[in-house]
């Protein structure tokens, strides 16, 4: 047994470092000269954008499957998103030889229901509604024993989420700001506790679409609140903290030094810009802390790391934001 840590803490996440060697890319940090040029201070891109599956949240995935004991891994595990996080479950279980079910309702369209079940995952298709899919994880996690990996509120999920932040750090050892997307907030306290435990000084700001912004909703409240989900580019990140959130919460209160809010059309810009002048496929998620850089919501105070936490935009939607011409102009670059 691997000797285990408190959730969130330096030596947790530096765990995980040395468990993912090997199983997840190091994406390095790009600086951007436009971003750099504009703002009159170095600004690196962290390109989760490249990550195995497409974001990041593999790290979290594969952390867990990896602290799985030997009975765990040989029940399976289990869960219920069609997005980044089941996509990252599913590749990490298929790595390590661990069945993976994924609980999806009825309302999931064929098209992600098909991805997450070529990525070799048992797909389970229950009820009308995620909570539906919700409750038959809990079932199967009690009749059948196998393990929940839910997407960001665990603790063996954010320790890998904050291996990002190591990284962040070590290509940039002076960084004093660094951006990243906050949706549950397991990539934003990952992230942060790796960034206040090797360089303390440092500011982590949390960046959320406007619309639906639970985690910025909550904070404001001083405990987890439900916020009406709407229609948004930035889709990876939808969705509540859970009323009954147990660590990712807390964390984001202790660790994050601000969050900000982006709006559509700033969240297009982001896109826009990624591909346009930095040569990067991202998802609205993924662009929204270039986002806030260009609007103008966060001035770097020194050398800044903006992580593009995803890539997988639907091929029509980025075409449609980049333009008529359907290339984005200079995107090779
Ligand atoms: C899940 C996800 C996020 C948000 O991560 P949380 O840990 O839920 O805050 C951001 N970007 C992308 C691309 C994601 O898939």
Redesign the pocket.
């Known amino acids: 047994m691997p000797i285990r840590y408190g959730p969130g803490t330096g030596e947790d996440i530096s765990l995980a470092r040395r468990q993912l060697a090997g199983h997840v890319a190091e994406t390095g940090l790009r600086t951007s000269p436009v971003l750099s040029r504009r703002h009159g201070q170095t600004v690196g891109l962290k390109l989760e954008n490249r990550q195995l599956t497409g974001?990041f949240?593999i790290r979290g995935a594969t952390c867990a499957i990896l602290r799985l004991d030997a009975e765990q891994r040989q029940r399976g595990v289990v869960t219920a998103s069609t997005?980044?996080?089941g996509r990252a479950l599913a590749h990490a279980a298929r790595g390590q030889g661990v069945r993976a079910v994924v609980c999806l309702s009825g309302l999931v369209p064929a098209n992600k229901v098909e991805a997450v079940r070529a990525l070799g995952a048992d797909v389970r298709i229950v009820g009308r509604s995620q909570d539906e899919a919700m409750e038959e994880v809990a079932r199967l996690a009690r009749d059948e024993g196998l393990t929940p990996v839910p997407?960001?509120d665990h603790p063996d999920v954010i320790a890998g989420?904050g291996t990002a932040g190591l990284e962040i750090v070590e290509a940039m050892p002076d960084v004093a700001t660094v951006l990243v997307?906050?949706?549950?907030?397991?990539?934003?306290a990952g992230v942060a506790a790796a960034v206040r435990f090797r360089r303390p000084e440092a500011r982590v700001i949390g960046v959320s679409m406007r619309r639906g912004a639970a985690m910025h909703a909550s904070l404001a409240a001083g405990h987890p609140v439900e916020v009406l989900e709407e229609e948004t580019l930035a889709d990876?990140?939808g969705g509540g903290i859970g009323l009954d959130n147990r660590y990712t919460f807390a964390l984001c209160r202790d660790l994050l030094d601000d969050v900000v809010l982006v709006d559509e059309d700033e969240i297009a810009s982001g896109i826009r810009h990624a591909f346009r002048e930095e040569g990067e496929t991202v998802?609205g998620?993924?662009a929204v802390g270039i986002a806030a850089l260009l609007a103008g919501k966060v001035r770097p105070a020194g050398p800044t790391a903006v992580l593009l936490?995803?890539a997988n935009i639907d091929a029509a939607l980025h075409r449609a934001i980049n333009g008529a011409d359907g290339s984005g102009g200079g995107g090779n670059g």
């Open positions: 974001s949240k997005g980044n996080h997407p960001f989420q997307p906050l949706s549950g907030g397991g990539l934003a990876s990140l998802e998620a993924g936490s995803g």
